[in-house]
């Protein structure tokens, strides 16, 4: 074990205040009622937090077409009625409209991500944590449901880089399918969605059948399920398939989408897991003791996901938290029991002992076909060449501000790395 985990946590409150639109259910909000329900529980005193650089172009480039970045980069909410043969083409319109400052929060978000992994490789910390992060449906040439930069791809060819296998786990109620296809052909990384499939559920795919290509093929696993999924049902899956994956696979680093929109009581899903049993599965992957980058997701009931994010935090620092919720400026959110536990959801279960003892079987066999871990060499790792170098004076990624100056500022307005203690103030693009 570990004597204590070291964690940084990536946070710039730009994030939170992009607008998708009036009937959008995506709210960046929620960003920022997580972040404070962290201050206010005092977490930030136990992490080290970080603004993260806003990821490049070049950056981006890594996995999505130049013309699609060029295209983000270009489009506003003015220009965008003279480009409708593009917006068709990139799939952008009523999931993924264009809004003012689309650009700067992919390169936010995309950004804290790549920074996360970045500090994982350099040994700089044990766990990283974005919770702006965890777009995981962006294709490499188009957005797609509610994601337009894929930052976690990004993030595991980052980590690509230093591990010879990465894991990538996903609890979102929609399938990963963005990093799923990114990873489809390959060995190096295994990813493991466990989702709601069928009755045309968004996106459609994750069948326990799609199992990965050529090389790839056993190294994408799907756990399709179906409405109403409980606490004790999906933890006991999840630590059976995921102990079993771990063992097999023996990755040297895990990426872990925490989607919060397969809570009890989301907008836009349909399991009942209480908070708890959410964080239960982060629990189960903290306990593996390897390099961990976290970020979230989906979750579309933002006062739930502010809540499941902070208890997982907690549980990625070691720390209980009191269910009656501290003050803070989103404290109305939660009114009117202001308390962190959610009520049980009361959607029938669906999924049948028999169903989910046969999606287990199918899985495990599935592993049983994959070598006990793949011959990957590290020498195989890719060279760091075809990133550009920053300047490191310049890009301040890893700068920590002293304890005073930070409790200085927590006081003056809860907020990180502003005004003349910013570091990244020469960043801006």
Sequence with gaps: MRSKDKISYFYDGDVGSVYFGPNHPMKPHRLCMTHHLVLAYDLHKKMEIYRPHKAYPVELAQFHSADYVEFLHRITPYTQHLFSNELARYNLGE???????????????????????????????DIAINWAGGLHHAKKCEASGFCYINDLVLGILELLKYHA????????????????EAFYFTDRVMTVSFHKFGDMFFPGTGDVKDIGEREGKYYAINVPLKDGIDDNSFTRLFKIIISKVVDMYQPGAIVLQCGADSLA??????????????????KIVKK???????????????ENVARCWTV??????????????????????????????????HIENLNSKSYLK??????????RSI???PGVQMQEVPPDFYIPDFDEDEQNADERMDQHTQDK?????????????????????
């Design 95 to 125: 999931d993924c409209p264009v809004f003012e400052n689309l650009f700067e929060f992919c390169q936010i978000y995309a950004g804290g991500t790549i920074d996360a992994a970045r500090r994982l490789n350099n040994q700089l910390c």
């Design 165 to 180: 296998r990465v894991l990538y786990i996903d609890i979102d109620v929609h399938h990963g399918d963005g990093v799923e």
């Design 265 to 282: 009581g989301d907008r836009l899903g349909c399991f009942n897991l209480s908070i708890d049993g959410h964080a239960e599965c982060v």
């Design 288 to 302: 593996f003791n390897l390099p961990l980058l976290v970020t979230g997701g989906g979750g579309y009931t933002k």
């Design 312 to 345: 997982e935090t907690g549980v990625l620092l070691d720390t209980e938290l009191p269910n009656e919720i501290p003050e803070n400026e989103y404290i109305k959110y939660f009114a009117p029991d202001c308390l962190l536990n959610i009520p049980n959801g």
């Design 358 to 367: 046969t999606i287990t079987m199918q899985v495990l066999e599935n592993l």
């Design 371 to 373: 070598q006990h871990a």
């Design 409 to 429: 500022q927590i006081q003056r307005d809860d907020e990180y790395y502003d005004g003349d203690n910013d570091n990244d103030h020469n960043m801006d693009m």
